[in-house]
């Protein structure tokens, strides 16, 4: 475990002996549309280095070597938002505006899109902002601003008693995940994509309420996503790989403020007995994130990266002064003290998530492969590690490879990730709970009432696969998708059927494309709910037919149209 007197010496050395470049430091927010992913393709063709990890983002033009990151081709012309002084020690750039249109026609549908939220109906989002800096000071400003219409749709709907208390138990009393957010319209301004900071490049120190993303993960990612808005943090993180006689480096740790979101867990007044029977109220606090990511990537073999990551979240109220708790994630590693368990009114209790992942970028084949293995509870030691790797975990695979076409520049995409986040065989005689909801820490893993991980919702798992055609920044494609929606749930409440799994089937078309200073985008979805919150009818006419039962499945339409422009 690192002294605390230890990391402070650390900061302040390390802020003393960084050089002070002028150059200024751009930050490419989260999930920017078309781009980001475009930088990670040409990473496999050659054209980046490959010892980023693309594991710790936001990206910076420093780890991408762009003067503009918003033009990968960094080619300003007269019209470019990009503006120094003389000297070269002031910069200004105006930061693109987006806005989207969104709509769900049935049931919520939609991950890792930041401040937007699950519902039906037509949702908007816009951004806008400016970027500035003096030497080594800069400021991002770059607010969201979200309205949805927030409309009704049929939620969890069950006539059992047995059901309603564990979805109380496993959902409603033990996460902060309201089914909707409200009875009502929904509106929301928030300073989403924000910093000031102090950049000693390869080090940067400041406050944050930018996206972030940790893990090698496309689709998803076991512990930070853009699935939840971003949250106000203190950040101490490298602007680029640091290199070393061994290889690189990269790194980042946070302290955050994680805010409720003010909305009860469901709104279904048709069985609000239930509501009265088992609902407690959350409490009144915010929850303070202790988080660390580091990734490694060995001079001997390039293209590879290896990382850890891991979070504490604790009530504030519960904090005493000392860096033990401010700087959670530097204590010991193996199973938790008991003033920290999730016991009844200890308001110690703290929840811990830890990932170990790999990355190898193979610029010859142009594909990356990578793996993430995620546990949200202590082992005892290592002998128990090795002994129950099934216990507690989460893991997210995935790869891709592109094929060069006939016609110069033109690519195929192909890539597959698999995320498996419900509970393991050991919890039959080990309880270990859904990753992300927890009963001490009582709002979970979220922020605003959204999820900090990967976005496929509790003890659920995911299966992407997607094909598409791109050249640039331009891109064309499907993306099929199989999605199991909270099995943990569904053997809580001991149905003792095997046909009641809820499992969202879905085809998407999208497409991506730049013209002259604007970017547009689009994606059309299908989604066929079988078994639409675990329900389903017998066969009132042939009641022995075991698989012959009526179907109880729904259909969602999903629409997203949007453009940026790039000054």
Known sequence: MMNGKVLVYFLLITIVTCNAFSAHGQWLPVGTMAIEDMYRRQQLLGEVDSNISFAIRPLTNWALKKDDLYRFDSIRTDGSGLHRSSQGDVVFQLMPITASLLYNSTFPTGRNDGPIIPAVGPQGYFSAGFYASYKFLSIQLMPEFVWAANQDYPGFNSENRTHWQQWYRLRGNTIDLPERFGTGGYTKTVLGQSSIRLNFHPVSIGLSTESLWWGPGIHNSLMMTNTAPGFAHLTLNTTRPIRTVIGDFEGQLVGGRLEASGYLPTYNANRQEFHDAFYQPMPDDWRYL??????????????????????????RSGMRSGLKDWLAVFNSGSAAKREYLDEPGNTRARDQL??????????????????????????????????????????????????GLPRAGEWLNIGIEVTQMEDGKPTIYRPAGTWYRHSGVRHGYTHMGQLLGAGINLGGNLQTLQVSWFKGLKQLGVKLERETHNNDLLYAMRTGDLRRNWVNLSGMAFAEWDYGNFVFSGRMQLTRALNYQYELEENPVNPDNFWGFNAQDKHNFFMNVGAMYRF
């Not at 202790?290 to 009530?315: D, E």
């Open 290 to 315: 202790s988080a660390l990511a580091l990734t490694y990537q060995p001079k001997w073999v390039p293209g590879l990266s290896v990382g850890i990551t891991r979070a504490f979240t604790m009530y």
């Open 354 to 403: 830890v990932s170990m992942f790999a990355r190898w970028v193979i610029p010859e084949a142009h594909a990356e492969a990578y793996v993430e293995y995620g546990r949200n509870d202590h082992s005892w030691n290592l002998r128990d590690f090795f002994v129950q790797l099934e216990h507690s975990r989460a893991y997210v695979i995935g790869f891709r490879k592109l094929v």
